[in-house]
C-alpha cells in the first residue's frame, strides 16, 4: 500500500500477483461444480442413479485421517467416483496419482463400494499420466468451454 501511495508500484500482470494460481484453481472447480452435468454426461452417470453428489469434508478424528474431495459422487449401484479437479499453469505429473492415493487411503467409505478416481483439467498432461491406468476416467474440460 506504501508503494502505491508513493507512486512506486507498476502494475505488470494478474499473473504475477501473488497466490494467482491458487485463485484461479479455486475458480476452476466453482466453474467445473456450476457444470455437473457436463461431468456426469462426460462419464455416462443418468441423474436417477446419483444419491448423492457434492464436494466431500472428512475431519480428522481420532480414528480417521481427515480428507477433501473437490468433487464426489455416489451412485445407487454403490461406485463413488472420486473427482480430483486441477488446475496448474505447468504439465501435470505423476504427483497427481500420488495426491489422489493419500485422499483414497483417508477416505472412510461403507464396505461394498467401489471407487473410481477421475481426474477432471485444463491443461496439459505428462506422458507419464496419460499412459497410467490409475485414473478411471481424465476428463479434459477445456472441450467444454
Same mark, same amino acid.
Given at each position: 500500500?506504501s508503494k502505491?501511495n508513493r507512486?512506486?508500484y507498476?502494475f505488470?500482470?494478474?499473473?504475477?500477483l501473488?497466490e494467482w494460481n491458487s485463485?484461479?484453481?479455486l475458480?476452476f472447480e466453482?466453474l467445473?461444480?456450476? !457444470?455437473?452435468?457436463?461431468?456426469?454426461q462426460?462419464l @455416462?452417470?443418468?441423474?436417477?442413479?446419483?444419491? %448423492?453428489?457434492n /464436494?466431500f469434508y472428512?475431519?480428522?478424528t481420532?480414528?480417521t485421517n481427515?480428507?477433501?474431495?473437490?468433487?464426489?459422487?455416489?451412485?445407487r449401484?454403490?461406485?463413488?467416483y472420486?473427482?480430483e479437479?486441477?488446475?496448474s499453469? !505447468?504439465?501435470?505429473?505423476?504427483s497427481?496419482v500420488? @495426491?489422489?492415493?493419500?485422499?483414497?487411503?483417508s %477416505?472412510?467409505? /461403507?464396505?461394498?463400494y467401489s471407487?473410481r478416481?477421475?481426474?477432471i483439467?485444463?491443461?496439459?498432461l505428462s506422458?507419464?499420466l496419460k499412459e497410467s491406468?490409475?485414473?478411471?476416467?481424465?476428463?479434459?474440460?477445456?472441450?467444454?468451454?
Amino acid at each position: 500500500m506504501s508503494k502505491i501511495n508513493r507512486d512506486l508500484y507498476s502494475f505488470k500482470s494478474l499473473g504475477s500477483l501473488p497466490e494467482w494460481n491458487s485463485h484461479m484453481g479455486l475458480q476452476f472447480e466453482n466453474l467445473v461444480l456450476n !457444470n455437473r452435468t457436463l461431468i456426469l454426461q462426460a462419464l @455416462d452417470i443418468n441423474l436417477e442413479d446419483i444419491v %448423492l453428489e457434492n /464436494p466431500f469434508y472428512q475431519h480428522k478424528t481420532s480414528r480417521t485421517n481427515g480428507c477433501q474431495i473437490d468433487y464426489m459422487i455416489q451412485t445407487r449401484f454403490n461406485v463413488l467416483y472420486v473427482c480430483e479437479v486441477k488446475f496448474s499453469k !505447468n504439465i501435470l505429473g505423476m504427483s497427481v496419482v500420488a @495426491d489422489v492415493q493419500t485422499k483414497l487411503k483417508s %477416505l472412510n467409505y /461403507p464396505k461394498g463400494y467401489s471407487i473410481r478416481p477421475v481426474l477432471i483439467h485444463v491443461n496439459e498432461l505428462s506422458e507419464e499420466l496419460k499412459e497410467s491406468s490409475f485414473f478411471t476416467n481424465i476428463i479434459d474440460f477445456t472441450k467444454f468451454l
